[in-house]
């Protein structure tokens, strides 16, 4: 809801406040010093200050003009200018009803400013509570990453509590994301009728544990977010009409399935389509009677992908739980042996012995473990022990165990060949779309396009999936041209914005990597760069290996949009 025409009264926002105080404070004012240079009260200073009461617009007027500021600095300027949008209402009303608690409310416009991570980890490791506001913009990757920092921290210290709330009904989630909060309170928002219901809830839950069993109570809206069109961001969903396939690569994936102690190996950089191969190859093992399980690697904690044991245990307590199996693991677990020992006794004495027919275990962004080479060489190592058990029949239960793995880059640590899962079965690398895939993509999406205007939007992008669809969507779904796409590509506003910043994120985080990706960008030929610089830019897409850790920009959006950076 948008307001027809601007209220008087506004409130600041803390980062205004602290902006506030800081200038008053270099100038040696004290609040009535300031109130009289202002020529308002004494009260409205504070009012403005304590921000539990609106002030009016003058007068915010007058006490920003001796410190040299203006009410925007202060005020959010959607609420300056009244155009609240949905969710920045709501999250006003919850800050007043939740003043005095540490809370931490997570809402769109936060994303927007330029210090928006650091802030965001900052505030989240200091509240107590963690309100999350899902509205349109939570499909987006900045939010999904948000969601997975919370529940990391969440899983290592039980804290903070996590709340969230769906703001509207055309709200898209990530499947793997909905799962990671399902077991989390939630509600839906529909209309303002809904906010005081919400905003009481929330403040009967928060005096209780932030453990996520007593958290969770029956929510106000008990049915999930539903998909009124389909955005293109995570998997593709099965039924969807917009999975475009990359012959032969779909058919030899189906027949390699079906094969005694099968192992698929699908790499490819990320949002390339990985994770949507492998949900259909899993559906073709369920449709010729395989159990199927899938594991995925980006929702486990660095605290057990750093712990053998923790590991090891987390995959055969999550298979079996996902296989409807009651947990054996203290049965079946021994001090006196190492993780491999007792998940290899785990699997074929329970798991494989309890199953009838075929499993096919799909493991998704298993490079995370690379991060922990130690872990990652024993693992791995087991993983190919147990595709020789599978594959050459060391017992008839081991027959039953067939693979899916997913991975975004070259194994990076040193391994010995004859233990690495990544030299034998089927290796898949996924290509990008070709110009006749790219136009059949854009028929789907009822788009008329010209081989003119295919060639135009692939010579900023590429054929990458992800990039290719997310224009696709905005011209068929949001009133966008294909000339405004082109024109906006590299601006917060354009519609891969969003997109940009994720990206933007991550090399913020690892400065030896951003500056490799400053000298591709700035360097007008092939660069060579060390091994592992190179494919950690490769898996998160940024480049194309060129050869023996040569690298260049992926595509001409990464080149304009990092070059200026």
Known sequence: MTQSRKSRGVRATREGIE??????????????????????????????????????????????????????DIIDPDEWDGKLSIEAELAQQLRIALVGRNVFISEEKLRQRADWFKHFTKALEQCDCYVLLLSQAAISEVVTKEIYFALELYDSQNSPAILWVQVGLDVVLNPDVYDSLADFPWWRWTSTEDTSAIVEAIQNLLPHSAEKNLLTQKNISPTAPIALREYPTGQVPLSSDFYIERPPIESNCYQEILHLGALIRIKAPRQMGKTSLMARVLHQAREHDCHTVCLSFQLTSSSVLSNLEKLMQWVCGSVGQKLGLPNQLAEYWDDIFDGNYNSTTYFENYILAETTRPLVIGLDEVDRVFAYPDVANDFLGLLRAWYEKARYGDQGSWEKLRFVIVHSTDVYIPMNSNQSPFNVGLSIELPEFTQTQVQNLAQRYQLNWTDSQVEQLMNLVGGHPFLVRMALYQVA????????????????????????????WNLEKYPELATAFHQVVNTNAPVSLKSVLAFKLYSMGLVRLEGNHVVTPRCELYLRYFRDR
Do not use: F, M
């Open 19 to 72: 902006i506030l105080e800081q200038r008053r404070i270099s100038k040696g004012w004290s609040p009535k010093a300031l109130a009289n240079r202002a020529g308002v009260s004494l009260d409205t200073v504070e009012r403005l200050r304590d921000r539990v009461e609106k002030v009016e617009r003058e007068s915010v007027r007058k006490i920003v003009c001796p410190l040299n500021l203006q009410p925007t």
């Open 477 to 504: 779904h949001e009133n966008i041209t294909l000339d405004q796409i082109l024109s906006q590509a590299t601006t917060e506003s354009g519609c891969y914005g969003d997109h940009l910043r994720h990206q933007l």
